[in-house]
C-alpha cells in the first residue's frame, strides 16, 4: 500500500482524484482509498488527512512507499510540515518505504522561490540523515503539472 500524507489542505485529495483521472481509475472504498492500475499491477493508495495525524501511525505496517504532499504556496505551514514529514520518516515500519516528497501547488504565485521553500524545508538534511530513499518533485495537482513524473516514481517503487 502507498500512503499519501501530508498538512491539511496541502492538496492530497486533489492530486488523487488528479492522478485517477490520467489513470481512468474509479474510486473504490470510501473518499480516502483507490486503486490505481499500474502496468497491469494494482496499487492501493490511502489517503490520511493532515487532522488525523495522531493515528497515521496505524496504517504504517503494510506500507511499502509514502508520498508525502507538501503546500508550497504556504509558508507558513512549512515548518510544521517538516515536523510532521520527520515524525513520519522516524517511523520503524517505515524504515524500508520510499518517499516521495511533493511541493505542491507550484503553480500559484508565491513568495518564495522552491529553492528557498526547499532551504527552508530542510529537504537536504532529510535526506542526508533519512534511512529511507527520498525522492522530491514539483507538481501542480489543479494543474496537472507533474502528475506524471508522480505516477512514474510508483510504477518505478511498486513494479519490481
Known amino acids: 500500500m502507498c500512503l499519501l500524507l501530508g498538512a491539511t489542505g496541502s492538496g492530497k485529495s486533489l492530486l488523487l482524484k488528479r492522478l485517477q483521472d490520467i489513470?481512468?481509475?474509479r474510486l473504490s472504498v470510501g473518499t480516502n482509498l483507490t486503486d490505481l492500475t499500474l502496468k497491469k499491477k494494482k496499487v492501493t493508495v490511502r489517503e490520511l488527512g493532515g487532522c488525523m495525524g495522531p493515528i497515521w501511525p496505524?496504517?504504517?505496517?503494510?506500507?511499502?512507499?509514502l508520498i508525502f504532499v507538501v503546500d508550497s504556496s504556504n509558508i507558513a505551514?512549512?515548518?510544521?510540515?517538516?515536523?510532521?514529514?520527520?515524525?513520519?520518516?522516524?517511523?520503524?515500519?517505515l524504515c524500508r518505504a520510499s518517499v516521495l516528497i511533493l511541493f505542491n501547488?507550484?503553480?500559484?504565485?508565491?513568495?518564495?522561490?522552491?529553492?528557498?521553500?526547499?532551504?527552508?524545508?530542510?529537504?537536504?538534511?532529510?535526506?542526508?540523515?533519512?534511512?529511507?530513499?527520498i525522492t522530491t518533485k514539483e507538481v501542480s495537482a489543479s494543474s496537472?503539472?507533474?502528475?506524471?513524473?508522480?505516477?512514474?516514481?510508483?510504477e518505478s517503487v511498486t513494479i519490481k
Open 144 to 154: 496537472g503539472q507533474g502528475l506524471q513524473e508522480v505516477l512514474s516514481w510508483l
Open 58 to 65: 496505524s496504517y504504517f505496517t503494510d506500507c511499502f512507499s
Open 105 to 133: 501547488k507550484r503553480d500559484i504565485p508565491c513568495i518564495m522561490s522552491l529553492v528557498e521553500i526547499k532551504s527552508l524545508f530542510r529537504i537536504d538534511d532529510i535526506i542526508a540523515s533519512a534511512p529511507q530513499s
Open 23 to 25: 489513470l481512468c481509475a
Open 77 to 93: 505551514q512549512i515548518s510544521s510540515s517538516c515536523i510532521l514529514l520527520l515524525s513520519v520518516l522516524s517511523a520503524e515500519p
